[in-house]
């Protein structure tokens, strides 16, 4: 289990985690960015398991823009990261 939290915030098909629900011995800060006009830059986690790295799987926006300010710092997975809930 990477997260597990009640308290996500769903925006679009994405699930938005609080950091705090993290098991943080599976991911590793990646130097990976990438730009949203309305959320902002979004810097990435890789995620390692079971010694096998899924690139840059994990999301979030340190420094999120106007309405995405809700889910700032909140982290999202996609690569084959399974949301189940």
Not at 7 to 34: C, D, I, N
Not at 45 to 73: L, M, R
């Amino acid at each position: 289990m990477l997260a597990e939290s009640d308290a996500t915030v769903t925006v679009g098909s994405a699930h938005y985690f609080p950091p705090s629900s993290l098991s943080r011995e599976y991911f590793q800060e990646s130097s990976h960015r990438s730009c949203c006009s309305w959320k902002g830059e979004a810097h990435y986690y890789s995620v390692i398991f079971d010694e096998q790295v899924n690139e840059n799987a994990a999301w979030y926006y340190p420094e999120p823009k106007g309405a995405a300010k809700e889910f700032g710092g909140m982290v999202s997975f996609w690569k084959g990261v399974e949301i189940i809930g």
